[in-house]
């Protein structure tokens, strides 16, 4: 068994469930060893596509999953991808194969291990063939016990050698992150919520496993329910949940945590897209976050408690603690609140005039329609840019599997992988991709990778043929200098069409009977919505954006 071998066969024993990748030389061995090994591997068009939809498959699944690419240009190629898992924090491991030390002169030669720490991801290689299976289950462990994005660099001449004949099978009681909260902590933090008489949680990802505790605790004390925008749909079904905090937070929702008495953030970095850059913190409010990693407390806001803790262990903690010495309270959860949520705290409630531009839709109209036709049982991706708070406010998602965000880097063109690795993490689900123009175009290669897996996916394409962001917030800029970020309007369902899709141009809600028909047949092939939108003169959520730069 060559090396090369011996890492896909391990990584298939410790748990690697799915793998994403652009075959090459350099990684044609390993990727063939996890096949062998019964890992489910998927073809992607493009190295920036294949570690986007397995950065999604991670979060969407919360099982592990690889990439693996061409030594140089397939890295580099893979980069964007990598980046946005590492600044997120996801546990993916990337195979890249790498030069042989004595190749000064290849044309793939480039420092890989700087690359991968340059956008934030831990560099590890395979050193020799005695050292190949410690150095694979390190990789591994760092990315799952550590929630890294690893890069695990494979070089060609190591690859090749003969691993020993004798090995031990690797342990899979790999240990998830827990930190045990501190009792006296837990004391300070159940004070605060026995005093608060408007307390708000924001839960973030790192709360994606502790709803149940979560809802528990804010019962007890009376507290409203929030996520950020990457824990949508968190509390769906509680009706204390206003929804997402920050950029894409309804009136209502924005109104409410702003007058709290005291923000918890769980498993949150309250940073400035989720707090609206502190305008949701009232000048009397306190604040207090709890997070498993020290550096993220108070990080981006000062706080008034940090509580080092899993989320879970410490809303269970606090809630006994909470009820030794405190009654349930009312707290925010006060009748007249609750109607009020009830009747505005989704978008799709708040009244709007209309956009009227010749055989243009309004985004919002679009949105409603799109989300009273689309199953309830839905997984949504939605792509960065302008567009982006229409899909993400108006569109319902069923649970904490149902929304998959891939906006820590804010790179445009994200959004077609994303839905295409949830889509294979959860296939029991309708997967929905909503787009901008510019992040279709970017992204297209991956549209032939929907429809070879013969995925049934909703493709809706928020069509204003620009680069919306930059169009509106240059507003002062001349027409000739906006020529840069407009484009002729292309016929996307046309597109769609040669890449072996169905279908259609929305410009008015008739059109979306194309959507009707699509879900009342076979889904065999991807659907994909090329809608022209009316311009909104810029988005809410896209001046908070640029203001925070």
């Given at each position: 068994?060559?090396?090369?071998?011996?890492?896909?066969?391990?990584?298939?024993?410790?748990?690697?469930?799915?793998?994403?990748?652009?075959?090459?030389?350099?990684?044609?061995?390993?990727?063939?060893?996890?096949?062998?090994?019964?890992?489910?591997?998927?073809?992607?068009?493009?190295?920036?596509?294949?570690?986007?939809?397995?950065?999604?498959?991670?979060?969407?699944?919360?099982?592990?999953?690889?990439?693996?690419?061409?030594?140089?240009?397939?890295?580099?190629?893979?980069?964007?991808?990598?980046?946005?898992?590492?600044?997120?924090?996801?546990?993916?491991?990337?195979?890249a194969?790498?030069?042989?030390g004595?190749?000064?002169?290849?044309?793939?030669?480039?420092?890989?291990?700087?690359?991968?720490?340059?956008?934030?991801?831990?560099?590890?290689?395979?050193?020799?063939?005695?050292?190949?299976?410690?150095?694979?289950?390190?990789?591994?462990?760092?990315?799952?016990?550590?929630?890294?994005?690893?890069?695990l660099?494979?070089?060609?001449?190591?690859?090749?050698?003969?691993?020993?004949?004798?090995?031990?099978?690797?342990?899979?009681?790999w240990?998830?992150?827990?930190?045990?909260?501190?009792?006296?902590r837990?004391?300070?933090?159940?004070?605060?919520?026995?005093?608060?008489?408007?307390?708000?949680?924001?839960?973030?990802?790192?709360?994606?496993?502790?709803?149940?505790?979560?809802?528990?605790?804010?019962?007890?004390?009376?507290?409203?329910?929030?996520?950020?925008?990457?824990?949508?749909?968190l509390?769906?079904?509680?009706?204390?949940?206003?929804?997402?905090?920050?950029?894409?937070?309804?009136?209502?929702?924005?109104?409410?945590?702003?007058?709290?008495?005291?923000?918890?953030?769980?498993?949150?970095?309250?940073?400035?897209?989720?707090?609206?850059?502190?305008?949701?913190?009232?000048?009397?409010?306190?604040?207090?976050?709890?997070?498993?990693?020290?550096?993220?407390?108070?990080?981006?806001?000062?706080?008034?408690?940090?509580?080092?803790?899993?989320?879970?262990?410490?809303?269970?903690?606090?809630?006994?603690?909470l009820?030794?010495?405190?009654?349930?309270?009312?707290?925010?959860?006060?009748?007249?609140?609750?109607?009020?949520i009830?009747?505005?705290?989704r978008?799709?409630?708040?009244?709007?005039?209309?956009?009227?531009?010749?055989?243009?839709?309004?985004?919002?109209?679009?949105?409603?329609?799109?989300?009273?036709?689309?199953?309830?049982?839905?997984?949504?991706?939605?792509?960065?840019?302008?567009?982006?708070?229409?899909?993400?406010?108006?569109?319902r998602?069923?649970?904490?599997?149902?929304?998959?965000?891939?906006?820590?880097?804010?790179?445009?063109?994200?959004?077609?992988?994303?839905?295409?690795?949830?889509?294979?993490?959860?296939?029991?689900?309708?997967?929905?991709?909503?787009?901008?123009?510019?992040?279709?175009?970017?992204?297209?290669?991956?549209?032939?990778?929907?429809?070879?897996?013969?995925?049934?996916?909703?493709?809706?394409?928020?069509?204003?043929?620009?680069?919306?962001?930059?169009?509106?917030?240059?507003?002062?800029?001349?027409?000739?200098?906006?020529?840069?970020?407009?484009?002729?309007?292309?016929?996307?369902?046309?597109?769609?069409?040669?890449?072996?899709?169905?279908?259609?141009?929305?410009?008015?809600?008739?059109?979306?009977?194309?959507?009707?028909d699509?879900?009342?047949?076979d889904?065999?092939?991807?659907?994909?919505?090329?809608?022209?939108?009316?311009?909104?003169?810029?988005?809410?959520?896209?001046?908070?954006?640029?203001?925070?730069?």
């Open positions: 068994m060559r090396v090369a071998e011996l890492v896909g066969e391990v990584l298939a024993e410790l748990g690697v469930r799915h793998a994403f990748g652009v075959v090459g030389s350099g990684n044609f061995h390993v990727t063939n060893a996890l096949r062998a090994a019964g890992v489910p591997f998927t073809a992607c068009r493009h190295e920036g596509g294949a570690a986007t939809m397995a950065d999604a498959y991670v979060r969407t699944r919360d099982q592990p999953a690889v990439v693996t690419v061409h030594q140089g240009c397939g890295l580099t190629n893979a980069l964007t991808g990598i980046g946005e898992a590492a600044k997120s924090r996801t546990p993916l491991l990337v195979l194969a790498d030069t042989a004595s190749a000064v002169l290849s044309n793939f030669r480039i420092d890989q291990d700087a690359a991968a720490r340059s956008v934030g991801a831990v560099a590890e290689r395979v050193h020799s063939a005695a050292s190949a299976f410690a150095d694979t289950v390190r990789a591994f462990r760092t990315a799952v016990e550590q929630r890294r994005t690893v890069v660099n494979l070089p060609l001449d190591v690859q090749e050698l003969q691993a020993p004949p004798d090995r031990p099978r690797p342990s899979v009681d240990l998830t992150p827990y930190v045990e909260p501190d009792p006296a837990i004391a300070e933090l159940a004070e605060l919520l026995a005093n608060a008489e408007r307390p708000v949680f924001v839960a973030g990802r790192g709360a994606r496993e502790a709803a149940e505790p979560l809802r528990m605790l804010a019962a007890h004390c009376g507290a409203l329910l929030s996520t950020s925008a990457v824990a949508n749909g509390f769906e079904k509680d009706e204390w949940s206003i929804g997402i905090s920050g950029g894409f937070a309804s009136p209502l929702a924005a109104e409410l945590i702003a007058n709290a008495d005291l923000v918890v953030g769980w498993g949150c970095a309250l940073n400035m897209w989720t707090m609206r850059h502190g305008k949701l913190i009232g000048p009397a409010a306190k604040v207090a976050q709890v997070d498993i990693e020290p550096a993220a407390l108070g990080a981006h806001r000062p706080i008034d408690l940090g509580l080092l803790g899993d989320v879970a262990a410490t809303a269970l903690a606090t809630h006994r603690d009820r030794d010495w405190a009654q349930q309270a009312t707290g925010y959860r006060r009748a007249g609140i609750g109607e009020r009830k009747a505005e705290a978008w799709r409630d708040v009244p709007y005039i209309e956009l009227t531009e010749p055989d243009r839709i309004d985004p919002r109209t679009l949105s409603v329609l799109l989300d009273d036709l689309l199953p309830a049982e839905r997984v949504l991706a939605v792509d960065s840019g302008n567009f982006m708070g229409y899909p993400s406010a108006y569109l998602v069923p649970d904490k599997h149902g929304f998959c965000f891939t906006q820590g880097f804010q790179s445009i063109g994200l959004g077609l992988a994303t839905a295409i690795g949830a889509a294979l993490a959860v296939p029991d689900r309708l997967p929905i991709a909503a787009l901008g123009d510019g992040g279709f175009h970017m992204s297209i290669a991956e549209l032939e990778t929907a429809v070879r897996l013969g995925l049934p996916l909703v493709v809706v394409v928020y069509n204003d043929a620009a680069y919306g962001a930059e169009v509106h917030h240059f507003l002062d800029a001349d027409e000739d200098s906006l020529s840069t970020v407009r484009f002729p309007d292309t016929d996307i369902a046309a597109i769609a069409r040669g890449f072996g899709c169905t279908a259609a141009t929305v410009r008015n809600p008739d059109d979306l009977g194309a959507l009707r699509w879900l009342a047949g889904r065999s092939a991807p659907l994909v919505l090329d809608a022209k939108i009316a311009s909104d003169g810029g988005a809410w959520w896209l001046a908070e954006a640029f203001h925070g730069h």
